[in-house]
Nanobody
Framework: QVQLVESGGGLVQAGDSLRLSCAGS????????MGWFRQAPGKEREFVAR????????FYADSVKGRFTISRDNTKNTVYLQMNSLKLEDTAIYYC?????????????????WGQGTQVTVSS
């Protein structure tokens, strides 16, 4: 069982930055490719970014490319999502997820475990 706990969400203004963290359980974190997804009100959950098991490969949704950066620190069992130049449309609940493969993709069914989510609200 992998437990994932997100933190770092909050209320910010458009153009601001925010860093989300997701702490995983030590036993299995280093075996998982990690992803961030988000779900806005009334919309389906969508892929945001993924980092490979080693941290050497990243992959982003077009909507966040150039603004968001995913990274991981395997010594701390933590994955991060640095979000810059936030827009109103970035408002959503952000979830981290773990996939037991080296390189997971953008599909939700590739991920085995999910966190409870953290709210990010961007205001004008």
């Amino acid at each position: 069982q992998v437990q994932l706990v997100e933190s770092g969400g909050g209320l910010v203004q458009a153009g601001d930055s925010l860093r989300l963290s997701c702490a995983g359980s030590a036993r299995t974190f280093n075996f998982a490719s990690m992803g961030w997804f988000r779900q806005a009100p009334g919309k389906e959950r969508e892929f945001v970014a993924r980092v490979s098991r080693s941290g050497g490969s990243t992959f982003y949704a077009d909507s966040v490319k150039g603004r968001f950066t995913i990274s991981r620190d395997n010594t701390k069992n933590t994955v991060y999502l640095q979000m810059n130049s936030l827009k109103l449309e970035d408002t959503a609940i952000y979830y981290c997820a773990a996939a037991f493969r080296d390189y997971a993709g953008p599909r939700m069914n590739e991920y085995n475990y999910w966190g409870q989510g953290t709210q990010v609200t961007v205001s004008s």
